[in-house]
T-cell receptor, first 113, second 117 residues
Framework: EPEVTQTPSHQVTQMGQEVILRCVPI?????FYWYRQILGQKVEFLVS????????KSEIFDDQFSVERPDGSNFTLKIRSTKLEDSAMYFC???????????FGPGTRLLVL | AQKITQTQPGMFVQEKEAVTLDCTYD???????LFWYKQPSSGEMIFLIY??????QNATEGRYSLNFQKARKSANLVISASQLGDSAMYFC??????????????FGTGTRLKVLA
């Protein structure tokens, strides 16, 4: 069964460093999303992406964040200068259609020291 | 105001018994979707079940069923014949339309279920 994959599973970085989180969505899906979950809290929407453009972004998704689809399979989230409060689990999700179920990847656990 | 409310931070259930996890939602959009995801201790988000706002029947997927009461704006998850492997965090989510035509999910705070042997 096709699934969303994410790499790395864990990332530890120093405050101020750039990180890139990678995702491979399900192959016939066209709509891509990033969510984050701070430890012990609920999952929060960051950004949606379609047709090589950001469709919608939340207040969390400020200038330090960017997303890109560098090739036909990968979808990346970049945090330019990480802050302590960026420590969280980051989930990538994809769907075939905006109204269809979003399938989530296993997440990348980011720890900023 | 909370759009998705899960009032049970933690629940216990005996193995083989049924359990209901509560979820209420708030939206003025006539077209919406409701989802349940399971998050085991390993952290991944596993899709369980979906209910569309126009669906006439309650959704079922194996041991999972969704008790959808539209007038009450509730979408409770029922797990029948609980198994030890059902111990996890469970999140209710609502698909909400955006101005761009894509949809984001709004999640509740989750219910941690522990199945007892």
């Amino acid at each position: 069964e096709p699934e969303v994959t994410q790499t790395p599973s864990h990332q530890v970085t120093q405050m101020g460093q750039e990180v890139i989180l990678r995702c491979v969505p399900i192959s016939n899906h066209l709509y891509f999303y990033w969510y984050r979950q701070i430890l012990g809290q609920k999952v929060e929407f960051l950004v949606s992406f379609y047709n090589n453009e950001i469709s919608e972004k939340s207040e969390i998704f400020d200038d330090q964040f960017s997303v890109e689809r560098p090739d036909g399979s990968n979808f990346t989230l970049k945090i330019r200068s990480t802050k302590l409060e960026d420590s969280a689990m980051y989930f990538c999700a994809s769907s075939r259609d905006p109204q269809e179920t979003q399938y989530f990847g296993p997440g990348t656990r980011l720890l900023v020291l | 105001a909370q759009k998705i409310t899960q009032t049970q931070p933690g629940m216990f259930v005996q193995e083989k018994e049924a359990v209901t996890l509560d979820c209420t939602y708030d939206t003025s959009d006539p077209s919406y979707g409701l989802f349940w995801y399971k998050q085991p201790s390993s952290g991944e988000m596993i899709f369980l079940i979906y209910q569309g706002s126009y669906d006439q029947q309650n959704a079922t997927e194996g041991r999972y069923s969704l008790n959808f009461q539209k007038a009450r704006k509730s979408a409770n998850l029922v797990i029948s014949a609980s198994q030890l492997g059902d111990s996890a965090m469970y999140f209710c989510a609502m698909r909400e339309g955006g101005t761009s035509g894509t949809y984001k999910y709004i999640f509740g705070t989750g219910t941690r279920l522990k199945v007892l042997a």
